[in-house]
């Protein structure tokens, strides 16, 4: 089945840039939307980007809004997540993650509810880190 595998983290000071890529392999995300959420020690799980399989969708809270971007290509059969002016409290583990579209969950949801979202797939994860 669908597998995916994030990169792109790393160590960066405050107001520093990164972009993540979640790749898929064994099967396309084009029925899939997509999130990406984060986990910290001692945080809840917090959805940080999503996407509806179409990209006609993306919904981003606003701890992130106007910093972070959803982007996706369907010829690669990835996602990206680009993040700018990254500040200490964005330090976290971050996923990507996939849903099957089920006619009923709002993209919204999978981001507000990350918490406690059942997602269907998801990676292993990669580290971002932001301080001085």
């Known amino acids: 089945q669908v597998q995916l595998v994030e990169s792109g983290g790393g160590h960066v000071q405050p107001g520093g840039s990164l972009r993540l890529s979640c790749v898929a392999s064994?099967?396309?995300?084009?029925?899939?939307?997509i999130a990406w959420f984060r986990q910290a020690p001692g945080k809840e799980r917090e959805g940080v980007s999503c996407g509806d399989s179409s990209g006609g969708v993306t919904y981003y809270p606003d701890s992130v809004k106007g910093r972070f971007t959803l982007s996706r290509d369907k010829a690669k059969n990835a996602v990206y997540l680009e993040m700018n002016n990254l500040q200490p409290e964005d330090t976290a583990a971050y996923y990507c993650?996939?849903?099957?579209?089920?006619?009923?969950?709002?993209?919204?949801?999978?981001?507000?509810?990350?918490?406690?979202?059942?997602?269907?797939?998801w990676g292993q994860g990669t580290q971002v880190t932001v301080s001085s």
């Open positions: 064994g099967g396309t995300l084009d029925a899939y939307d």
């Open positions: 993650a996939a849903d099957l579209e089920d006619g009923i969950s709002t993209i919204q949801a999978m981001c507000v509810m990350a918490k406690t979202w059942k997602y269907d797939i």
